[in-house]
C-alpha cells in the first residue's frame, strides 16, 4: 500500500474529510479554498495512493489510520475492524495520524465527526460484518433512549409543505391547510423547541419543496391557490427575512422532486398541470440559469430525492394510476452526453408516493407515504454501499403522508403533513445516529 507520509498536510487532511462522506463544496467550505482546488488535490491523493474513487479514497484512509476506530451507538462496543462503522450508528474518532489540525480541532471544540464507511461493509459483506466479534467499550451496556420524541407543533397544520436547514433551524414553507393553499413561513429552533413566524412567501403554494445553496433557500414551481400550477423561482434570505425572485423554471411544475448536490439545484419530474412528466432540471445559482437535463427512466409525481454515495437517488413517486416502487439513481458527473445518467437501484419493497425522503451520514431514510392499499407504511432506511432496504420504527401507527422531512444533525424532523386523512401540525424528531464521544490517544 502506498505510504500515506507521501501525502502533504492539506492533502491528508482533505483525504480525512473525504472518508467522512464531506462533498467537495463542504471541504472548500471548511479548508477555505475554492472547489476547483479541492477538485486539483483530489487529483494529486487519487494518483498518489493509486486510487480511482472516493470510495477507494475513503477504504485507504480507513488502511492507512488516517480515521480511528468505530464504536457502535446502540450496543457500545467496538467494531471488530478498524474504522468499520455500521448502519446502527456508528461514530469515528480521528487516529494519531491524522493531520494535526483536524485533530485539534476535535481536541478543542469536542467535536466527534459522525463516519460511515460503509464501503467497507459492501466489501466484506453485510452479514459478516454484522456477526464480527466485537470488544466491550464499557463494563455497563449502553443506555439508548427512544429514537423518537414528539416536539413543538407548526402554528398552522398544512400539508405539501416545503422544509429547509439552514444555520440549525428548521424553515417550513407554504403548503395547504383545511382552508386553502398558505404563504405561511415559521422557522423552529431545536435548542428552544419553538416556532416564530417570518415573511410569507409572495405567492402561497402547496405540493413544493425547497432546498439550502449558498447560505439561501430555493423554492421553485408549487400549486397555486386557483388549482394551477406555477413556474415562479423564489428566494429567500434567512439573515435577511426577505425574499426575491429567480429565474423561472423552464415549464410550471408541483409535485416534483428536489435536491440540492454540489452546490447546484436538481428538480425531477412531476406534475405540469396537464400530465406527469419524466424531465429533469438543474439550477445554477452562480449563474441564476436552468439546464435542461437526462429525463427519468419513469415519468412520476410526487417521488423522493436525496443524495447519498455520491449520487442522487429519485424513489418513489405515483405515475397517474399506481404508488411506485422504483429506485432510480442519477449521476449528474455523467449527465455529459457521451455516457449513461441513470441506473436501476433496489426498488422500494412496495410502492408510495408522498413521502419524506433524506439522508443521514449517507444514508437514505424513507418516511411516511401513500401506498397502494392505504394502510400505514413502514419506515425504511437504504445504505447504497449494501443496496438493501431495512425498516426502522415507524412514527405512528396511522397513515402519514405529503410531509415535510429534515434532516439535521444526526436527526430527522418530520414536520406537518395529512395524519390520517387530514393536515397535522405535528413535529416528530428520530434520532438517526447517537453520537459517542471518545477520548484521543497521543
Known sequence: MPDVNDLSDREREILFLVATGVSNKEIASSLYISTNTVKVHLRNIFAKIGVTTRTEAAMYAVSAGLVGPGINARSGQLDGVSGLATTEGA?????????????????????VVALIV???????????????????ASPSPT?????????????????????????????????????GVTGVLERYDPETDRWSSLSPIPVPVADVNAVVIGGKIYTPGGRLASGEVTNLMEIYDPLQDNWEKGSPLPV???????????????????????????????????????????????????????????????????????????????????DNGQQVAWTQGEPLPEGRYAMGVASVADILHV??????????????????????WQAFESPHPQPWSHLGLASLGTRLFIIGGDLNAAP??????YQAIYIITLPVVR
Open 424 to 429: 397535522t401540525a405535528k413535529n416528530l424528531a
Open 143 to 179: 443506555v439508548i433512549p427512544p429514537r423518537w420524541e414528539e416536539l413543538a407543533p407548526l402554528r398552522m397544520a398544512r400539508n405539501g409543505l416545503a422544509v429547509a436547514v439552514y444555520g440549525n433551524q428548521i424553515y417550513a414553507i407554504g403548503g395547504e391547510t383545511s382552508q
Open 118 to 136: 460503509l464501503s467497507l461493509v459492501a466489501l466484506f459483506g453485510w452479514r459478516t460484518a454484522r456477526s464480527l466479534t466485537r470488544v466491550s
Open 252 to 334: 410550471a411544475l408541483s409535485a416534483y422532486a428536489l435536491t440540492a448536490f454540489e452546490g447546484k439545484l436538481y428538480l425531477f419530474g412531476g406534475w405540469d398541470g396537464e400530465k406527469i412528466v419524466a424531465t429533469v432540471y438543474e439550477y445554477n445559482p452562480e449563474g441564476d440559469t436552468w439546464t435542461a437535463r437526462t429525463s427519468m427512466p419513469t415519468a412520476r409525481a410526487f417521488a423522493g430525492a436525496a443524495p447519498a454515495g455520491g449520487n442522487i437517488f429519485v424513489v418513489g413517486g405515483y405515475d397517474g394510476q399506481r404508488a411506485l416502487a422504483v429506485n432510480e439513481i442519477y449521476l449528474p458527473e455523467r
Open 367 to 388: 418516511i411516511g407515504g401513500v401506498g397502494n392499499n392505504n394502510a400505514a407504511l413502514q419506515s425504511l432506511e437504504f445504505p447504497p454501499q449494501t443496496g438493501i
Open 91 to 111: 461514530i469515528a474518532v480521528p487516529s494519531g495520524n491524522a493531520p494535526q489540525s483536524i485533530r485539534s480541532r476535535w481536541l478543542t471544540g469536542g467535536v
